[in-house]
């Protein structure tokens, strides 16, 4: 079971955009939905996105997630200092051995 | 909304075994696929194991197959992880989740 790939860091000043890219493959991101989470240290993570594109009763609209292929992208408008937290895109894979892979996380760092 | 919490971690030596629990509430835990996911410090998130609703089909990582158990009290509302031969590699938060619902983890730290 490999992971999906996503940039360790990414950063931008408030008010900003940031987006996070996570690339997989046929087996996973290609042909099952996507979804990305957010875990500041020492809480539980957080839904931020399901199914590709959709966002949680809760989670503002300023969060928002795009698929295409075998990749999908996470986009931050309005970048907030409380949006200073680690990001994991997550989708299950189809292959032999059937499971959920994870991203590496991605450090976001408002400026 | 179901609520989920997670006890039984601790400290342990290299090969030995240990059951985490993760009780639930609320009426719905029965209809709940349920996985647990770990945390390494240092790293990222690490998915460990999944459960379906009826306690019949189960998927493993294959870095805990055949070491790790995941099983489920639907009676009780709760998930159990059953873990042998642990290692140092094992040592993490461990938390029990539905992706749209997480406890705040519980840790397990494989020492001698």
């Known amino acids: 079971q490999s992971v999906l790939t996503q940039p360790p860091s990414v950063s931008a000043a408030p008010g900003q955009k940031v987006t996070i890219s996570c690339s997989g493959s046929r087996s996973n991101i290609g042909n099952n939905y996507v979804s990305w989470y957010q875990h500041l240290p020492g809480t539980a993570p957080r839904l931020l996105i399901y199914e590709n594109n959709k966002r949680p009763s809760g989670i503002p609209d300023r969060f928002s997630g795009s698929k295409s292929g075998t990749s999908a992208t996470l986009g931050i408008t309005g970048l907030q200092p409380g949006d200073e937290a680690d990001y994991y895109c997550?989708?299950?894979?189809?292959?032999?051995?059937?499971?959920?892979?994870f991203g590496g996380g991605t450090k976001v760092t408002v400026l | 909304q179901v609520q989920l919490v997670e006890s039984g971690g601790g400290v342990v030596q290299p090969g030995r075994s240990l059951r985490l629990s993760c009780a639930a509430s609320g009426p719905t835990f029965r209809n709940l696929n349920i996985h647990w996911v770990r945390q390494a410090p240092g790293k990222g998130l690490e998915w460990v194991a999944l459960?379906?609703?009826?306690?019949?089909?189960?998927y493993y990582a294959d870095s805990v197959k055949g070491r790790f158990t995941i099983s489920r009290d639907n009676s009780q509302n709760t998930l159990y992880l059953h873990m042998n031969d642990l290692r140092a590699e094992d040592t993490a938060v461990y938390y029990c989740?539905?992706?749209?619902?997480w406890g705040q983890g519980t840790l397990v730290t494989v020492s001698s």
């Open positions: 459960i379906y609703y009826d306690g019949i089909e189960k």
């Open positions: 989740s539905t992706f749209a619902i």
């Open positions: 997550g989708a299950w894979d189809s292959s032999l051995t059937p499971g959920v892979l």
